[in-house]
């Protein structure tokens, strides 16, 4: 069953309804191309592209060699 790019509505219900009793703070899914968050104790969904979250990523390798040298 192919659902899109983005979480659906379901996996959000679903997601309130099981967040607190099993200590999630955050929810990602990544798709072809784009990833959707869901910050569990703000009730926000946040969506990026897949190439904005690899950059992201890069950016956060670099930071963290930057750190270790």
């Known amino acids: 069953m192919k659902t899109g ?3 659906t509505a379901t996996d959000i219900c679903r997601l309130m309804l099981y ?3 099993a200590g999630w703070q955050q929810h990602i899914i990544i798709s072809k191309n784009y990833v959707s968050i869901w ?6 969904l946040v969506l990026m592209t897949l190439k904005a979250w690899k950059n992201i990523g890069k950016d956060q390798e670099k930071k ?3 750190n270790r040298d």
Not at 39 to 44: F, G, P, S, Y
């Open 5 to 7: 790019d983005f979480i």
């Open 19 to 21: 967040e607190k009793f």
């Open 39 to 44: 910050e569990c104790n703000l009730n926000r």
């Open 64 to 66: 963290s060699k930057k």
